[in-house]
T-cell receptor, first 113, second 117 residues
């Protein structure tokens, strides 16, 4: 069964460092998302991406964040200068239909020290 | 504004009991979609069901059933004869078209279900 894959599964970084989280969405999907979940809390929308551009972003997704689909398969989330409060599980998701359900990856846990 | 409320933070039941997880939503759109996801202790988010705003038929899938009522803006989830493996956090989510036309998905705060043997 096709699935969304994310790497790394866990990354530990120092505050101020750049981090890139990678995602390979399901191959025929067109819509891509990043969500984050601070430990034990709600799943929060960060950004949606369609047709090679950001379609919507939340207030969390400030200038420190960026997304890219560099090669038609990977979908990356970059945090330029990490802060302690960026520590969270980051979920990538994709869907095939505009109104369809999101299929999530297993998440990348980011720990900022 | 779009909002999903799951008022039950945590529920504990004994195995084989039935349990209902509540979800109430707010939207100004007439076309929207509702979802339930399960997050087991391993952390992944597993899709359970999708329902569109024009389809109020209740659905049953094995021990799971969903009751969608537009009149009360609720989309409740019932697990019949609960099992220990049902222990997880369950999220209700709502999607409607955003300003760009792309659907944005908003999750509730989740209900942690503990099923005790």
């Amino acid at each position: 069964e096709p699935e969304v894959t994310q790497t790394p599964s866990h990354q530990v970084t120092q505050m101020g460092q750049e981090v890139i989280l990678r995602c390979v969405p399901i191959s025929n999907h067109l819509y891509f998302y990043w969500y984050r979940q601070i430990l034990g809390q709600k799943v929060e929308f960060l950004v949606s991406f369609y047709n090679n551009e950001i379609s919507e972003k939340s207030e969390i997704f400030d200038d420190q964040f960026s997304v890219e689909r560099p090669d038609g398969s990977n979908f990356t989330l970059k945090i330029r200068s990490t802060k302690l409060e960026d520590s969270a599980m980051y979920f990538c998701a994709s869907k095939g239909l505009s109104t369809g359900e999101l299929f999530f990856g297993e998440g990348s846990r980011l720990t900022v020290l | 504004a779009q909002k999903v409320t799951q008022a039950q933070t945590e529920i504990s039941v004994v195995e084989k009991e039935d349990v209902t997880l509540d979800c109430v939503y707010e939207t100004r759109d007439t076309t929207y979609y509702l979802f339930w996801y399960k997050q087991p202790p391993s952390g992944e988010l597993v899709f359970l069901i999708r329902r569109n705003s024009f389809d109020e038929q209740n659905e049953i899938s094995g021990r799971y059933s969903w009751n969608f009522q537009k009149s009360t803006s609720s989309f409740n989830f019932t697990i019949t004869a609960s099992q220990v493996v049902d222990s997880a956090v369950y999220f209700c989510a709502l999607s409607e078209a955003g300003a760009s036309g792309t659907y944005k998905y908003i999750f509730g705060t989740g209900t942690r279900l503990k099923v005790l043997a």
